[in-house]
């Protein structure tokens, strides 16, 4: 791999960050949170109330898919983060062990 362990740790502690934050997101649209109607692609002129509900609650429902499913590819960047950083470690490990000498299973074939 090409990353060291502490920047599969950053990128680990990144992705959980940033899916908890997405699905926060994803929760807040799919209230129809008023604090977050600037952030919709509306229109700037509409015929009635209704049309301007029916858009709105649309559009809500998308960005809330589209942050669910942006927090599923996060957590999946998260889980390869944590696989990365827990082989670097295990190859730590083998390195910091000492080596022994001879071979493991070599039996002599002399009778003693």
């Known amino acids: 791999m090409i990353c060291g362990k502490k920047c599969t740790l950053f990128c680990l502690l990144i992705s959980i960050w940033g899916a ?4 926060l997101m994803g929760m807040s649209y799919s209230l129809n949170s008023l604090s977050l109607i600037d952030t919709l692609p509306l229109k700037e002129h509409y015929t ?3 049309e301007f509900r029916t ?5 809500f429902g998308d960005l809330a898919i589209r942050c669910y499913i942006a927090a599923i590819l996060y957590a ?3 889980i390869a983060s944590y696989l990365c950083y827990c082989r670097k470690k295990r190859q730590q490990k083998a390195k910091e062990q000492p080596h022994k000498s001879g071979k493991k299973g070599f039996k002599s074939k002399r009778a003693h």
Do not use: G, H, P, Y
Request: proline share 0%; net charge neutral.
């Open 20 to 23: 908890i934050q997405l699905v």
């Open 48 to 50: 009635s109330l209704k």
């Open 55 to 59: 858009d709105a609650d649309r559009l």
């Open 76 to 78: 999946l960047f998260a």
